[in-house]
């Protein structure tokens, strides 16, 4: 699914006698943060430059996140939170597993070539991570494979998905998926025209159509 990119979030005056606090304080940081990694890298990022987007001091930012390495982990967490939350909410109104197995493309898929959330994670997973860091962003990374996984379960169960190997075209699905999301983000002109969601999705449905096999056969 492509799109135009959106503009720059605006930046809000900081008011030095009215400081955000707690939740409030910490959800501004973290969008702000988010903004200005998506234009400037992580190389280039100061917390100041945060505190500026987000209207509150340095200090302030410091305080909530202390070194620069914690604070992204703690970004791409709670955005990938943010993103599940949505998900879950959408795919409880989903009626069947194939509407799920949409649902996840799309929110999988960057929405655009300028997408704040996967230029985030492009940022983060290229930057060196001692071994706290590194099992942070395995169990996101491990948070789709379990939600794919969950949904295929579900339809082959119900016998409206074929009976795939679970793991193995887990594998394959988040790597095709990953590999559609840089070619968005890069720009490519192929894209321009056709739908990298219903390309996906078109994709994974062929494999997963059933084929006469017995209905109903648990995992």
């Known amino acids: 699914m ?3 990119a959106p503009r720059p979030a605006a930046r809000i005056p900081i008011d030095r006698k009215r400081q955000p606090s707690g939740d409030e304080a910490r959800e501004r940081a973290m969008r ?14 100061r917390m100041s430059d945060i505190a500026t987007r987000a209207g509150m001091s340095t200090g302030h ?6 070194k620069k390495d914690r604070l ?18 959408a795919a409880d109104q989903a009626v069947s597993p194939a509407e799920k197995l949409d649902l996840f493309v799309r929110f999988y898929l960057p929405s655009h070539q300028g997408d704040e959330r996967y230029a985030l994670w492009t940022q983060v997973l290229a930057q060196r991570h001692d071994e706290a860091g590194r099992r942070i962003l395995t ?9 794919l996984e969950a949904i295929l379960r579900e339809g082959r169960e119900l016998g409206h998905f074929a009976d795939v190997e679970l793991p193995e075209f887990t594998i394959r699905a988040v790597a095709m998926l990953s590999g559609l999301s840089e070619d ?3 720009g490519r002109s192929r894209w ?10 078109s994709a994974l449905e062929r494999e997963l159509r ?8 648990t995992a």
Not at 32 to 45: D, F, M, Q, R, Y
Not at 139 to 147: A, K, N, Q, S, T
Not at 210 to 217: A, C, F, K, L, Q
């Open 2 to 4: 492509t799109g135009t």
């Open 32 to 45: 702000a943060a988010i903004s200005v990694i998506a234009e400037k890298g992580t190389a280039a990022l």
């Open 61 to 66: 930012i410091l305080y909530h996140f202390g």
């Open 72 to 89: 992204l982990l703690e970004v791409l967490a709670w955005s990938q939170a943010d993103l599940w939350t949505r998900f879950q909410q």
């Open 139 to 147: 169990e996101l990374l491990d948070g789709w494979d379990e939600r």
């Open 184 to 186: 968005v983000m890069f």
């Open 192 to 201: 321009q025209h056709t739908s990298p969601h219903a390309f996906a999705l």
């Open 210 to 217: 059933p084929t006469g096999r017995s209905r109903g056969r």
